[in-house]
């Protein structure tokens, strides 16, 4: 039966609370309870195999009120036991959230996997970061030039207003963990691993702002010439594609006298935290995206964050560069969406709110990678229809939807991009396999690649064009009408197989995924072009042989 005693109740709550998986090796503290204090397991430490876990509480007072870390026992197999809070202890514990992470216990130690870490630059990253870091055991030096930032930390304060943070810097700092200096140079000699997490503002015009990132480098060069250990140097900072390999490598290079992957590490680890549950992404991102140098270089990364319970992708620097902004612009692009979709809905006197949940039920098309691949323009009975449709009621609603209304322009600059592709590569002789909208019907209605034919046609190009589906609705389909009569300046130019095409053109283009053409990179002649509108191959556009449109 369960106690009434407060102590003997905390008692009770932290065992029912906390469960451990050491399968998984993690920490949970379950949501629960409603009592004034939130429970938070602060570091795990493993003297003899079995885990450790230590809690701190934390008042409504905040985190001036944070105790001292008290041992909470031995976790084994799932329990959690705590000793007795003093007489006169007010603190009563319960976990008001939930909260896990990867376990700093036994296996992380007796590895050898605790990293010493400078943050360069205390601000929402850096000091989560820094918080973050030091609570899973790791040593941490954050390095700021602003001195209040600096000074909070090393009373235990926390620079920034974020949910959890504050009871993290305390306790770590407390523990001893946790230190901040202005000293660049000194946390180099000192640290193994560097994150570097300084502003990236706009300038004016809206390029980015590099100045400090450069800073950086020139101060972190400098004191790498004199360290005779390896250093890695992580990126933390949002940077646009290019920026690791022509700004940060060359300044370290330079500044150091040594060289990047070969003397020290370098890596871009963008940041995926969302202020305000920043220790909670933290602790469970969407992923983990390490820009490696090269292998040797990600390897410390990989390591670190290994537990973390998130995909873990390892690629070169400047795909990490690009993910963060497309990931930035994705969420932008779905809130610009929603709030046009709001004000469309509003006109009609429709709930937007029941229609976007209907529509983010549909996790096949609609929130899912569908429609995600870079390649031709759409087209089809319904896309470009049912968008113009919608533009027009816009318009009769005096609403400016700018997102909705340029979709169709975006569409026909990739079909122009596809046509200047073709001329650019200089061939008369032009071939297309596929050109009903999209691969298994024969619907041309909208095609762009008809709209691409009629293009070249009109510019004299000689074209053999070929499709499966089309051939067969001209001899029988529903089609045929159409094919024959309506377009009879295409119909003449339809041949009856791939290779027909293939002995024809001198620039070969694919214009839909029909699984026939898996081979045609395969078939071509050595002095044939291979313009690729649907990524038919995994092939990088090179040397001219093999374009994709965009890729
Ligand atoms: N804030 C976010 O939610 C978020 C999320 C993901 C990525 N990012 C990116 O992370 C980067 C940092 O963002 P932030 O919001 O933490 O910036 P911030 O402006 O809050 O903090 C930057 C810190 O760097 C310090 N600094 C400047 N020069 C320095 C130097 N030479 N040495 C050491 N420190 C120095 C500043 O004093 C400041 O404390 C940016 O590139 C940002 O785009 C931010």
Partial sequence: MVSKTPEKDNHHKIKRLCQFSTARRRLQVMPGGSSAVDFQVVTGVSPGGTTNARYCSRSRLGPESVGPQRDVGVINGGDVSIPAQSAGQSRRVHAARSYSWFAPGADRLRKGLLVKISVFGLGYVGTVSAGCFANEGHEVLGIDPVQTKVSLINQGQCPIIEADLAEMIASTVAAGRLRATDDATGAIQETELSFVCVGTPSQANGNLELRYIRRICEQIGQALKSKNTRHTVVIRSTIVPGTMRKVVIPILEELSGKKAAVDFGVCHNPEFLREGSAVKDFYAPPKTVIGQLDQNSGDIL???????????????????????????????????????????????????????????????????????????????????????????????????????????????????????????????????????????????????????????????????????????????????????????????????????????????????????????????????????FVRITDRKSHNGHYDGICW
């Fill in 302 to 532: 990989a390591t670190l964050y290994g537990k973390l319970d998130a995909p873990l992708i390892r690629t070169d620097l400047e795909t990490a560069e690009m993910v963060k902004y497309i990931d930035n612009s994705w969420h932008a692009l779905k809130i610009g969406f929603a709030n046009e979709i709001g004000n469309l809905c509003k006109s009609f006197a429709i709930d937007a709110h029941e229609v976007m949940k209907i529509f983010c039920q549909d996790e096949k098309l609609n929130i899912s990678p569908a429609y995600l691949a870079p390649g031709f323009a759409f087209g089809g009975s319904c896309l470009p229809k049912d968008l113009r449709a919608l533009a027009y009621q816009a318009k009769m609603h005096d609403l400016d939807l700018p997102i909705l209304s340029s979709i169709l322009t975006s569409n026909e600059m990739q079909v122009a991009r596809g046509v200047r592709l073709i001329m650019e590569k200089g061939h008369n002789r032009v071939g297309v396999l596929g050109f009903s909208f999209k691969a298994g019907t024969d619907d041309l209605r909208e095609s762009p690649m008809i709209e691409v034919i009629e293009r070249l046609i009109s510019k004299g190009y000689d074209l053999r064009i070929y499709d499966k589906n089309v051939n067969i609705a001209r001899l029988v389909g529903a089609n045929r009408d159409f094919i024959l009569n309506r377009i009879p300046h295409i119909s003449r130019l339809m041949v009856g197989n791939i290779d027909a095409v293939l002995d024809h053109a001198q620039t070969v283009v694919v214009g839909n995924n029909d699984p026939d053409f898996q081979n045609v990179p395969q078939q071509l002649r050595a002095d044939q072009i291979l313009l690729d």
